[in-house]
């Protein structure tokens, strides 16, 4: 069973529809268990209440028998009262023979003395009067119980000469003069037993009479009932039975629901059966329709659940169908597809090099147009051409020149980010779009990346190339709003830069031309600038205006180039801070500057502190500090000999660092000056929370101070915050004597500006530190 039942659900399974399958199969087996357990329990019951209630109805029959019985022998009671007066006064019998002549349940009355014999008789036949004396004779030894009158004796039914049915009963008398005797009666037993044959007890059921010795007298079986002789013997039933009711099984066996009740006067016994199987029978009808109920449920129940599982396979089935049409139809879909891909990348690749072709670059580039328009982003066009690719494929064969143009894409592609776009426009002619890109030198490294990675030699066929390209520069939205604009510019660009010598690239923006040269020059030959003494610092005094005492000199690098000339720090600061080369830069200052110190104390100069710039990476690199202990150490000058220059955005990235290398600074005695300060937007924080010993009031500030603008009130206050904070304020920028003499009455400390000096070489400062400012 277990077997087949596992077998069921593994095919359930296997096929697929296991839930389907299962779900209402485990739903009827409760159901069903339901139903008939409810049903047997039913049953049962119905039962129970079937037995307890033909017992309950036998048990009221037996009842109400006893009682008819005992109302009818009290009328022979009544009788023999009248007889046991007649015993002494034998006129009274009179009265007697009336109520008994007229009483038509007493077919014969005899009222008999001990010694005297028959005083009265009522008997018209010698039947009557033989039976009246053989019941004389039978119980003439019983005693009465009181002194009125003894118990009743009944005898079995015998048949009188007329054929009725008499029942014999003798009581025995006791008179109040000591007379001893007995009143005999036949009782009509038709009449006495009329009531309980017209009772109807339902089939199997019987009505059975016993005397108070157990005999059976008369029973209801056969319709019109029986009556039992003396010869038939009582009836073993009566001496087991008790009072009460209860199944009991009668001599052949079969069950009876029997109830027995006793007269507490007479000693009668009335015994009401009915069969068990009959009642059953009954209940067992009911049974029937209820488990004709149950089945029909059950049978409804399975139909229901064949239908279950019907619709669902039929809906598996079509649910597979289904699916399968599904499955085809997405194979067809990822055919199509597939070939719309294959139909798509034949028109929009180039088939030698596989890159985006002119059509799809197009496409490409106008969304990410779109998108940099969106974002404010610039967006860098590059046309690339390569130089004498005609010669190349002329001479070499097309097959070196299509090997050549697949290594050119290939190394265009890996030398940008997956996010830029490399098409070929055809020919030799390739495109490159940045999509990533922050500033014009960003594009110039690309650019040059491209030269360099395409000029690494390439060998095919036994020849071993090297290329140059020329790449034209056209950067959104300086040169071009849309894309064809871009293009073209890029394109004019690129004619450019072949004109000025191939191998390199040109802006479509001429300025950008020469600052990207520098910046070229810069990182290709910062190194060498540094070891080669390229750069120079050049010194700017500081004047206090309250006597124009030379108070520091501001170090200001310059780029001595051997080409250019001398490149002011506005060129190339920015970059160097962008390409992570200020720290070196920053890093030659500090020595360069420490080294004029020494060099000016050797020469016997006094000296006034030198003030550095320091850009913000330079502040925040670790070994900063270091770089200043060392250095001044080494040189053997004293820290507070060099003041800084920090400005607001050496702060705001990372103000913890800055903050704590500031703190360890001004721990050795340098002083720290706040540049450009009115420019930023929180310069006053930082004035609480820096340690800040200067503030130099920006040019900006200065330039107009005489005209009536709101310069003037702004430096003014900055002076008097200044002051209020316990700071030196310098004013930068100062150019004219005007300039000067208002600043020194708004209370400024000190001035710095070509009015004074502009930044001159270390060789030229001697003079001004021995003698001072000259006069104005
Ligand atoms: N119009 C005008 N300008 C005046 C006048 N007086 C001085 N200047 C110029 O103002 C700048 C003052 O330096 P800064 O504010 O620190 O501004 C400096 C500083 O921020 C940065 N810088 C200079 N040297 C260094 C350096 O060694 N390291 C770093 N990180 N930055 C430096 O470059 C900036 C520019 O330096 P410079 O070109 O030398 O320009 C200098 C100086 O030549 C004047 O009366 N009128």
């Known amino acids: 069973m277990l077997e087949r039942w596992r077998r069921l659900v593994r095919?359930?399974?296997?096929?697929?529809?296991?839930?389907?399958?299962?779900?209402?199969?485990?739903?009827?087996?409760?159901?069903?268990?339901?139903?008939?357990?409810?049903?047997?329990?039913?049953?049962?019951?119905?039962?129970?209440?079937?037995?307890?209630?033909?017992?309950?109805?036998?048990?009221?029959?037996?009842?109400?028998?006893?009682?008819?019985?005992?109302?009818?022998?009290?009328?022979?009671?009544?009788?023999?009262?009248l007889a046991r007066a007649g015993l002494d006064d034998t006129r009274l019998l009179e009265g007697l023979r009336l109520a008994a002549g007229s009483d038509s349940l007493f077919s014969a009355v005899m009222v008999q003395d001990a010694q005297r014999g028959p005083l009265l008789s009522s008997a018209t036949t010698e039947g009557d009067t033989a039976a009246l004396l053989r019941l004389a004779a039978r119980s003439a030894g019983d005693t009465p119980r009181t002194a009125l009158a003894g118990e009743i004796t009944l005898l079995p039914a015998e048949r009188g000469p007329d054929g009725n049915w008499r029942l014999p009963v003798a009581i025995p008398l006791l008179s109040a003069l000591g007379h001893r005797g007995q009143l005999l009666t036949l009782i009509d037993a038709n009449r006495l037993l009329q009531p309980f044959r017209t009772l109807d007890l339902g089939s199997g059921s019987?009505?059975?009479?016993?005397?108070?010795?157990?005999?059976?007298?008369?029973?209801?079986?056969?319709?019109?009932?029986?009556?039992?002789?003396?010869?038939?013997?009582?009836?073993?039933?009566?001496?087991?039975?008790?009072?009460?009711?209860?199944?009991?099984?009668?001599?052949?066996?079969?069950?009876?629901?029997?109830?027995?009740?006793?007269?507490?006067?007479?000693?009668?016994?009335?015994?009401?059966?009915?069969?068990?199987?009959?009642?059953?029978?009954?209940?067992?009808?009911?049974?029937?329709?209820?488990?004709?109920?149950?089945?029909?449920?059950?049978?409804?129940?399975?139909?229901?659940?064949?239908?279950?599982?019907?619709?669902?396979?039929?809906?598996?089935?079509?649910?597979?169908?289904?699916?399968?049409?599904?499955?085809?139809?997405?194979?067809?879909?990822?055919?199509?597809?597939?070939?719309?891909?294959?139909?798509?990348?034949?028109?929009?690749?180039?088939?030698?090099?596989?890159?985006?072709?002119?059509?799809?670059?197009?496409?490409?580039?106008?969304?990410?147009?779109?998108?940099?328009?969106?974002?404010?982003?610039?967006?860098?066009?590059?046309?690339?051409?390569?130089?004498?690719?005609?010669?190349?494929?002329?001479?070499?064969?097309?097959?070196?020149?299509?090997?050549?143009?697949?290594?050119?894409?290939?190394?265009?592609?890996?030398?940008?980010?997956?996010?830029?776009?490399?098409?070929?426009?055809?020919?030799?002619?390739?495109?490159?779009l940045l999509t990533e890109v922050d500033a014009a030198d960003a594009a110039a490294r690309v650019a040059r990346k491209l030269i360099d990675a395409l000029a690494r030699p390439m060998g095919f066929d036994g020849h071993e190339l090297e290329v140059r390209a020329s790449i034209g520069i056209a950067i959104h939205p300086r040169d071009g709003q849309d894309i064809d604009a871009l293009m073209r510019n890029a394109d004019s660009a690129m004619y450019e830069a072949k004109r000025s010598g191939r191998g390199c690239f040109r802006y479509y923006d001429p300025s950008l031309n020469a600052r990207s040269a520098l910046h070229l020059d810069l990182h290709s030959r910062f190194r060498r600038a540094i070891l080669g003494d390229e750069f120079v610092l050049h010194y700017q005094p500081r004047v206090a205006l309250n006597g124009l005492r030379i108070t520091s000199l501001e170090a200001l690098i310059r780029w001595q180039h051997p080409e250019r000339g001398l490149v002011y720090p506005g060129d190339f600061i920015d970059y160097a801070e962008q390409e992570g080369l200020v720290v070196e830069l920053g890093n030659w200052v500090v020595r360069e500057a420490c080294r004029q110190i020494a060099a000016w104390q050797q020469e016997g100069i006094t000296v006034v502190p030198v003030a550095i710039n320091v850009s913000a990476r330079q502040l925040r690199d670790h070994s900063f500090v270091e770089v200043i202990r060392e250095t001044t150490a080494h040189y053997r000058i004293r820290p507070d000999m060099l003041e800084l220059e920090i400005t607001e955005r050496c702060v705001v990235d990372d103000?913890?660092?800055?903050?704590?290398?500031?703190?360890?600074?001004?721990?050795?005695?340098?002083?720290?000056?706040?540049?450009?300060?009115?420019?930023?937007?929180?310069?006053?924080?930082?004035?609480?929370?820096?340690?800040?010993?200067?503030?130099?009031?920006?040019?900006?500030?200065?330039?107009?101070?005489?005209?009536?603008?709101?310069?003037?009130?702004?430096v003014a206050s900055t002076i008097a915050l200044g002051h209020n904070l316990g700071l030196t304020v310098i004013a930068e920028g100062v150019e004219t004597r005007e300039q000067a003499v208002y600043l020194k009455a708004a209370g400024c400390d000190e001035v710095q500006g070509y009015y004074f000096q502009r930044p001159i070489p270390a060789a030229e400062t001697l003079p001004l530190l021995r003698d001072g400012i000259p006069d104005r």
């Not at 008939?36 to 039962?47: D, G, I, K, T, V």
């Not at 064969?397 to 980010?417: I, M």
Request: charge should be neutral.
């Open 11 to 81: 095919s359930a399974r296997l096929d697929g529809w296991s839930g389907l399958t299962l779900g209402p199969l485990l739903l009827a087996i409760p159901l069903l268990a339901a139903i008939w357990c409810s049903h047997l329990l039913y049953a049962e019951r119905e039962r129970q209440l079937a037995v307890e209630s033909v017992l309950q109805d036998n048990a009221n029959i037996a009842r109400m028998a006893v009682s008819v019985l005992e109302q009818t022998l009290e009328r022979s009671r009544r009788h023999a009262h």
């Open 206 to 432: 019987d009505l059975r009479i016993y005397d108070a010795s157990g005999r059976s007298l008369f029973d209801t079986r056969g319709g019109d009932g029986r009556f039992f002789t003396a010869d038939d013997g009582s009836d073993k039933l009566f001496a087991t039975a008790l009072q009460g009711r209860r199944t009991v099984e009668r001599a052949d066996g079969r069950p009876v629901l029997l109830a027995f009740e006793r007269s507490a006067g007479s000693g009668l016994g009335v015994a009401v059966e009915r069969r068990l199987d009959e009642v059953l029978h009954n209940a067992a009808q009911r049974r029937l329709a209820l488990a004709g109920w149950a089945w029909s449920l059950s049978l409804m129940l399975v139909a229901a659940l064949a239908a279950m599982v019907l619709v669902a396979r039929r809906q598996h089935r079509l649910y597979r169908e289904l699916s399968r049409a599904e499955d085809e139809k997405e194979r067809l879909i990822e055919q199509l597809k597939e070939e719309k891909g294959r139909a798509y990348q034949l028109a929009s690749h180039d088939h030698l090099t596989s890159l985006p072709n002119r059509m799809l670059f197009t496409e490409l580039a106008a969304s990410h147009l779109n998108r940099a328009r969106r974002n404010h982003a610039p967006f860098v066009m590059m046309f690339l051409d390569l130089d004498r690719f005609k010669a190349i494929n002329d001479t070499l064969g097309h097959r070196v020149g299509d090997l050549l143009l697949q290594e050119v894409a290939e190394r265009l592609k890996a030398s940008v980010r997956d996010t830029d776009i490399v098409a070929r426009l055809g020919g030799d002619e390739f495109v490159v």
């Open 655 to 714: 103000f913890e660092r800055a903050h704590a290398a500031l703190e360890v600074l001004s721990g050795l005695g340098m002083k720290i000056a706040l540049d450009d300060f009115g420019t930023g937007f929180s310069s006053l924080s930082y004035l609480r929370r820096l340690p800040i010993d200067i503030i130099k009031i920006d040019r900006s500030f200065i330039n107009d101070i005489r005209n009536q603008t709101n310069d003037a009130a702004i």
